[in-house]
Structures are given as C-alpha cells and as structure tokens.
C-alpha cells in the first residue's frame, strides 16, 4: 500500500505542476527566465516543454505504466529543480520558484523559503526512491509495474 499511495502522490505533483504551467505558459517563461539558467533563446521552448514532461511523468505513474523508469525519470528530474533552487539561491537571487505556478522574481525571499522548497522536494525524492525499489502496486496497467493487494511490497524483477 505504501507504493501504492507514493505512486499517486507522485503522480497527483506532476499533473497538478505540469497542468498548472501547461495552462499559463506565459508565467512559465517568467518563471524559467527568472532562473537565469537558460540561454534566452531557449527560455521559450524549455517553459513549452518542460510542463508536458511533467505531466507525462504524471500520465505514466497515475496509470502505473513503466513506475520504476518514470520514478527514476522523477527522481533526477527533482535533482535538477533542487540544483537549480540551489543555484538561485547562491546568486543571491529573489525568486519564487515556480514549482506550482507563478514564478519570476519576487521581494522578501529568504533562506526559509528556499530551504522549505528545497525539503519539499526532497519528499517528493523520497516517493521516488522509494518508487525505484519497490515500483509493483494494484492498479497498474504495466506488467513489470503490477501486484495485487496480497501481493508484497518486494523489489521488482524483470519479466
């Protein structure tokens, strides 16, 4: 059952971010762009893209379809928002991250808000880890990904 809860706590993250950027691509880009981490030129493409991996990360975990890729794809993408929280906040620069919308430069942030984001990320880390070890849950539509509510929370092996 644990696997179970992290798959759709993993699952509701990504679709609620991913929709929510998806659905206002113009804060998305003020979001990306307030990183300053992204070429310009590129701003625009990676605030297109990066909503629809999200919620493709979010499709294929909901549906339990490839758990333990999509955790793994979870994991280091998480990694990557952590260092670029990180590096933000090295440079001394005020933003919000806009991990759920929003986004963009902001007065007032401080340490607490990035180490809030940070430990919040670092949860979602954890379902994915967990996720990566332990992928077999009921509900799941692929093979490798699929056990029964009798079934025990053991790791995965191919089939």
Known sequence: MVSLAARLG??????????IKFTDPTQTVVAVRAYQLV?????RPFA???PMV????????????AVRPAAIASVLL????IAAIVSAWARGLSIDCGCFGGGGVVEGIDSGDYIREIARDVGF????????VFPRTPWALG???RTTFSGSAQPAVQE
């Open 78 to 81: 998480l990694l990557a928002l």
């Open 10 to 19: 993993l699952a509701a993250v990504w679709l609620i971010s991913g929709w």
């Open 143 to 145: 093979p490798g990904s």
């Open 54 to 65: 999200e919620l493709v990360l979010g499709a294929l975990l909901l549906i339990g379809l």
């Open 48 to 50: 297109a893209v990066f």
């Open 39 to 43: 070429p310009a030129d590129l701003v």
């Open 125 to 132: 880390i954890a379902l994915g880890v967990w996720l990566t």
